[in-house]
């Protein structure tokens, strides 16, 4: 049995298959062509922060997938009145075949799949969100082809994204540059292990400009991560210079892409006419979400199929 906890639980030809696998899934979602391998197979969801993406691209994407969901928050179960995760993992893993968890401390997630009988996968914590790279990654393969030897940008926090970007690089074979604000800094030991990268998977820029410079996809994410809010007022004021504009994307390669894995404030840490401009292929990268979470399920629950 296997877990989706980060992004480098899975090997290069693991991603190889579920890219190839999500193109196909997608086609026939697109072509209203039934694919129902999880029939009789259900997903409980279990949200301890909001969201939107996660919720509708799992849920309707189990439900095309011939299965079906029950969605849990920390309000409405007894999580939220302190049952001991082991407890509620060994209960919801019985009654299950497959857990999507969004929390806190990656800790958390480890610890209620440790208990599980069933895959336990990462609907993002304050380390991680694999599910959304693994998205951003099968967006830029549709509209650009292989990222290996590619380069990402990187301007902002170094939140869940950036660790998750960097377990990417190293794996997949391309190159993050990284530009935070001075004290929002990446944590290199969380994201690539204490023996650090592989030569050259990223590098660090304090100039978010001069992180743009050649790159093939340029991405950022909120100033404020949830959870982090009670730092909204001094995120504002040491993230105001990293706000992707018109200047980065010039800095980049003219064919760049731009992505943000939603959702986004305009005129915070990305201008309206980068978002909403030519080079963005933000909508592709949300819908995505299923297509490739579709692909994560089915493989978690019966493996590669031909
Ligand atoms: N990108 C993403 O995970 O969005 P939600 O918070 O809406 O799920
Ligand atoms: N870094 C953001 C991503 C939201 C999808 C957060 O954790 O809030």
Redesign the pocket.
């Known amino acids: 049995m296997k877990h989706y906890l980060q992004f480098k639980d899975f090997t290069a030809d693991e991603y190889a298959y579920l890219f190839e696998r999500a193109a196909l899934i997608k086609k026939k979602f697109k072509s209203y062509e039934k694919h129902h391998p999880l029939v009789d197979r259900t997903l409980a969801m279990i949200f301890e922060k909001a969201s939107t993406r996660t919720r509708v691209s799992f849920e309707a994407g189990m439900y095309q997938l011939g299965g079906s969901v029950v969605h849990l928050t920390t309000g409405d179960s007894q999580l939220g009145r302190a049952e001991p995760i082991e407890d509620s993992a060994k209960v919801i893993s019985r009654m299950v075949d497959l857990v999507m968890i969004r929390t806190f401390e990656q800790t958390k997630i480890e610890k209620f799949a440790a208990h599980s009988r069933v895959p336990v996968i990462n609907g ?1 914590t304050n380390e991680f ?1 694999p599910c ?1 790279i693994l998205a951003d990654i099968f967006t830029f393969i549709e509209h650009r082809g292989s990222i290996q030897g590619k380069t990402v940008a990187w301007v902002g926090d170094g ?3 950036a660790n998750t970007w960097l377990q990417a690089a190293e794996l997949l074979g391309f190159k993050v540059h990284v530009s935070t604000p001075q004290g929002y800094e990446v944590d290199e030991k969380l994201a690539v292990g204490a023996g650090g990268a592989s030569a050259g998977s990223y590098q660090f820029f304090s100039d978010p400009r001069e992180a743009c410079q050649g790159a093939d996809l340029v991405t950022t ?2 100033w404020t ?2 959870g982090y809010e009670a730092e909204n007022e001094a995120r504002r004021l040491a993230f105001a210079d990293w706000c992707v504009d018109q200047e980065m994307m010039a800095a980049a390669k003219p064919d760049a892409l731009f992505m943000h ?1 939603l959702p986004a404030h305009r005129g915070e840490e990305v201008e309206a006419d980068v978002i909403d401009g030519p080079q963005s292929v933000v909508w592709d990268e949300a819908e995505n979400r299923m297509h490739v979470q579709k692909a994560l399920m089915e493989y978690l629950l019966l493996g590669k199929l031909a």
């Open positions: 993002l969100h959304q939140n869940n994204m994410d909120v991560s949830m894995c």
